[in-house]
């Protein structure tokens, strides 16, 4: 899913997650997965569907809302949820702005060609939903009641979206207009619903959320929990890209928002004791073996060889002799692209000698 939207009724309706429209968008995504590029029939179920929560007979909905500053408020049901956030979006669908007429700056009323609110997502990552879901199963082999283990899990995901909303209206000073935890998903997720439209009609904040997208943001954690693909560089290549348009040193918004959820998760697990931490430790294990095998089963894949090799054969005429030679040697995709990257790496470092010897050359005649 997207991590910033802007909603319009259809996206409220989304965000009850109980609602016959989440249902159906629900259904849509896993159909759309189910067809590849190519004509081959993926799996039935996404990978990560291992990682969803098991809380079988604790009583939960598919989400927990919530409306205004989340913190403090009560929740509400789903629909009062999309009601409050339908009236919000009407009420703010014009905003007071500066127009300047003759030698006068004049207040005029804009109406607004986007929808007034919108929503931030923070999810949980694969690690937290396998650590969760540990927790829940040694709390019933521990004969504690359903509504305690309930009220357990769901004090602990409250304590993390307070955290998450809290920074964000740090961060942007955006009006906070409700909050949900979203259940049903591959990953327990957060959402922020926030408008840059006070309830005074006046513009508040930046104009822009300064955002690096969901998957910069899931490697970054990836790679912090050790289990990132050493020879990806895209997230290194996509934050400097970052830097140079907002400024060295800046911070993704949706990086810190995922950074927030990670640092109060931490302390979760640290204040349920050593061992907690232990099983913690072992669930990031487990996860950096998953995500192993995942990028083995991928090149084994059908459907991924076929396409690799429709790559190969496009690049093969364009590489030296020797290489194309070296190619023909290789049976299997994993093969064939460990010769391209040794074969690139040995040039890299012959064009590097090459253009150091001059220097030297010309510093020794000096």
């Not at 357990?152 to 920074?167: A, C, F, N, P, Y």
Request: hydrophobic share 35%; proline share 4%; net charge positive.
């Amino acid at each position: 899913m997207s991590l910033h939207r802007q909603l319009n009724s259809e996206g409220i309706r989304h965000a009850n997650a109980d609602s016959a429209t989440h249902e159906r968008h629900v259904r849509q995504r896993k159909e759309k997965f189910g067809v590849e590029w190519i004509p081959a029939v993926a799996p039935e179920e996404n990978p990560s569907s291992v990682f969803k929560l098991r809380a079988v007979g604790l009583g939960l909905g598919n989400g927990v809302y919530f409306t205004g500053f989340a913190a403090k408020e009560k929740g509400v049901t789903g629909k009062e949820f999309e009601k409050s956030l339908s009236a919000i979006n009407w009420e703010r669908r014009w905003n007071f702005g500066k127009m300047k007429r003759g030698d006068k700056i004049c207040t005029v009323r804009r109406k607004r060609k986007d929808p007034a609110v919108g929503e931030t997502v923070v999810n949980l990552a694969p690690w937290q939903m396998s650590f969760v879901n540990r927790e829940l199963e040694l709390w019933e082999q521990a004969n504690i009641l359903p509504e305690t283990r309930k009220a357990m899990l769901l004090g602990m995901l409250d304590s993390i979206r307070q955290s998450v909303v809290d920074e964000f209206h740090q961060a942007t000073e955006w009006d906070i207009v409700g909050s949900y935890i979203h259940l049903d998903s591959n990953k327990i997720h957060f959402g922020v619903v926030h408008s840059r439209v006070s309830h005074e009609n006046e513009l508040i904040g930046e104009k822009y959320l300064r955002t690096v997208g969901p998957w910069s943001v899931a490697q970054g954690r990836i790679h912090r929990v050790g289990a990132s693909d050493p020879g990806d560089l895209r997230l290194r290549h996509n934050l400097e890209k970052f830097g140079k348009r907002h400024g060295e040193g800046t911070v993704p918004l949706d990086v810190r928002l995922h950074s927030v959820a990670d640092t109060r998760f931490d302390e979760l697990v640290s204040s349920l004791g050593e061992d907690a931490g232990q099983r913690f430790d072992l669930a990031k294990s487990e996860y950096r073996e998953w995500k192993k095998c995942q990028r083995d089963a991928f090149v084994r894949y059908p459907g991924a060889q076929r396409g690799a090799w429709d790559v190969l054969r496009m690049v093969t005429p364009l590489l030296p002799v020797q290489v194309q030679m070296a190619l023909r040697m290789a049976r299997t995709a994993m093969e064939a692209f460990n010769v391209i990257k040794t074969s690139i790496e040995a040039i890299s470092g012959v064009s590097r000698s090459e253009n150091t010897e001059p220097q030297l050359t010309k510093k020794s005649s000096l």
